[in-house]
T-cell receptor, first 112, second 112 residues
Framework: DGGITQSPKYLFRKEGQNVTLSCEQN?????MYWYRQDPGQGLRLIYY?????DFQKGDIAEGYSVSREKKESFPLTVTSAQKNPTAFYLC???WGVGTEAFFGQGTRLTVV | SQQGEEDPQALSIQEGENATMNCSYK?????LQWYRQNSGRGLVHLIL?????REKHSGRLRVTLDTSKKSSSLLITASRAADTASYFC????????????FGAGTQVVVTP
């Protein structure tokens, strides 16, 4: 089945630790996105990539990093520089301009 | 920054009733999309309406777009308990390269 897979579903991070969230898609989409969702709020764009080996900062990129070495994969690293990382993280992909986005099931990150 | 703003923030109705929610946005768009999110899950695309379209239907969903007022509405007819979810509008702007800007969402509760 085609789709977009995020892992893990739940992740716990200690203070000062970097963690990496996985996002894989087999839809052959060119573009991939990372969003952050806080309780009762909408989605805010962290990073996006429209082609392999290229990515751009979104609205809230500070404290995050990404890579796009393969078309199907777009991992997000939450670094220790991100002061308030507890949130629900959503990965999405689409064909680019003017097309619908497909979302993964999300990763809930909690700082302990 | 959030482009779309949904109204109302929350809506509680009984099964069989219609649910209407509105979305206002600030800048010009290529298209506007509506998504549904069940609690703790990823977003699911419902409908996409292009800037040159005024109305679109999909099953029990009806979406309107008024570009002169920079607003859109989503109508769910004959609501069911399974329609309980948060609904988000998202805009795709001409210079966005396919990135979507989401509003804060409308939380809909349908009681049997």
């Amino acid at each position: 089945d085609g789709g977009i897979t995020q892992s893990p579903k739940y992740l716990f991070r200690k203070e000062g630790q970097n963690v990496t969230l996985s996002c894989e898609q087999n839809l052959n989409h060119d573009a991939m996105y990372w969003y952050r969702q806080d309780p009762g709020q909408g989605l805010r764009l962290i990073y996006y990539s429209q082609i392999v080996n290229d990515f751009q900062k979104g609205d809230i990129a500070e404290g995050y990093s990404v890579s796009r070495e393969k078309k199907e994969s777009f991992p997000l690293t939450v670094t220790s520089a991100q002061k308030n990382p507890t949130a629900f993280y959503l990965c999405a992909s689409n064909w680019g301009v003017g097309t619908e986005a497909f979302f993964g099931q999300g990763t809930r990150l909690t700082v302990v | 920054s959030q482009q779309g703003e949904e109204d109302p923030q929350a809506l509680s109705i009984q099964e069989g009733e219609n649910a209407t929610m509105n979305c206002s946005y600030k800048t010009s768009i290529n298209n506007l999309q509506w998504y549904r999110q069940n609690s703790g899950r990823g977003l699911v695309h419902l409908i996409l309406i292009r800037s040159n379209e005024r109305e679109k239907h999909s099953g029990r969903l009806r979406v309107t777009l008024d570009t002169s007022k920079k607003s859109s509405s989503l109508l769910i007819t004959a609501s069911r308990a399974a329609d309980t979810a948060s609904y988000f509008c998202a805009t795709d702007a001409p210079d966005s390269w396919g990135k979507l800007q989401f509003g804060a969402g409308t939380q809909v509760v349908v009681t049997p």
